[in-house]
């Protein structure tokens, strides 16, 4: 049977995919950048997310049965889709990377100070690991069933933070240069959309699906942005200190002692997206992978990735911090080139195709 996942398990996993690596540590980042104006980096950023969505739609709609790579190697050639694909699979690595950090990070804070780093990494690869093996249809049906949950406990910590409410956050209060700065910065955080290009041939997908694929996603747009606003009003200048947005905006208020550790809801949603994100991000690189290898089955590419992914967390020059910096410069170019130039290009080879072809 061919895994497929109807339009709304694609508008769970796209919408819940739009937490990645924004939720901890990034408002603080964008405050370094860019003081409380990281707020409108942000929405900025997340109108990027949206135009690749749009590009979705539309190569989803013109081609429903295609793959993304077929797609390409149709109107650029076999060449481009090789170039663009292995272009794709780096861009995944670092983004698992990116998320497997930050994720160990805020548990080793927020849960437990002494937990090793191997044992954080064998129960997150035994995750993805299965994730993958089973397909992506029980990956959209985890999505499904664990949706709600997550986004009511997000629009229950907005709620509670609103307790924490200071002041009105200080806007337009960083040279033009700084908003530059941080958005080249933090353009490797978004870009999440990428994802569905991949996943495009295994999604049952109708023109009236559109709208339900935005409902989804402007309700994480919605969360993300009330959730950076809450940041910042209630740490202002202090924001560049709080590395667990979600967890830090309702843990310092002398209002919520007597109830005792209420960051557990942030914790278990944080859990609970961890594991869904990174085994999303895992069988988006393996088909990457198996595209570009055809002749390996997903076992093989599995155990290729597995060995990959553990030699380098394994190494010394990769941690935390390397990898948050490696993301802000490097990797910075990296996302210019997927999330703006080359989606761009594509679409201007299908326009271009379609004219010559009438």
Do not use: W
Request: some cysteine; aromatic content about 20%.
């Amino acid at each position: 049977m061919k895994q497929t996942l109807s339009s709304r398990q694609g508008a769970i996993l796209a919408s819940l995919l739009l937490f990645a690596n924004k939720i901890l540590v990034l408002p603080s980042l964008l405050y370094e950048n860019s003081k409380a104006d990281g707020f409108f980096i942000l929405i900025i950023l997340l109108g990027v997310e949206l135009c690749l969505l749009a590009l979705f739609f539309n190569i989803k709609t013109a081609h429903p049965n295609l793959s993304f790579y077929d797609v390409i190697k149709k109107y650029i050639g076999i060449v481009g889709a090789k170039i663009f694909y292995s272009l794709l699979l780096i861009y995944f690595f670092f983004k698992i990377m990116l998320l497997f950090n930050i994720s160990y990070m805020y548990f080793h804070v927020q849960v437990y100070i002494d937990v090793a780093y191997y044992l954080f990494l064998f129960a997150f690869l035994v995750v993805m690991n299965s994730s993958v093996l089973r397909g992506i249809r029980p990956i959209g049906r985890g999505a499904e069933f664990f949706y709600f949950f997550i986004i009511g406990c997000m629009f229950f910590i907005i709620l509670l933070s609103f307790a924490n409410f200071d002041r009105f956050p200080l806007f337009f209060d960083s040279p033009p240069a700084q908003y530059f700065k941080g958005l080249f910065s933090n353009l490797f955080c978004f870009g999440d959309m990428l994802v569905l290009f991949v996943l495009m041939d295994k999604i049952e997908f109708k023109k009236k699906d559109e709208t339900k694929f935005f409902k989804y996603i402007g309700a994480s747009v919605v969360i993300l942005i009330l959730i950076y606003f809450m940041f910042y009003s209630i740490f202002g200048q202090t924001s560049f200190i709080h590395k667990n947005a979600i967890s830090d905006i309702i843990t310092f208020s002398y209002r919520f002692i007597d109830l005792g550790r209420l960051d557990i809801i942030a914790i278990v949603t944080v859990m609970f997206l961890s594991f869904l994100q990174l085994s999303i991000y895992c069988y988006a690189l393996c088909e990457c992978f198996m595209k570009l290898f055809s002749k390996l089955s997903i076992v093989y590419t599995i155990v290729v990735f597995d060995a990959v992914f553990i030699a380098v967390v394994a190494s010394s020059l990769v941690n935390y911090l390397t990898v948050i910096n490696l993301g802000m410069n490097v990797m910075g170019y990296f996302a210019i080139v997927l999330h703006l130039i080359l989606p761009i290009l594509v679409l201007c080879f299908i326009k271009f195709s379609h004219r010559r072809q009438q």
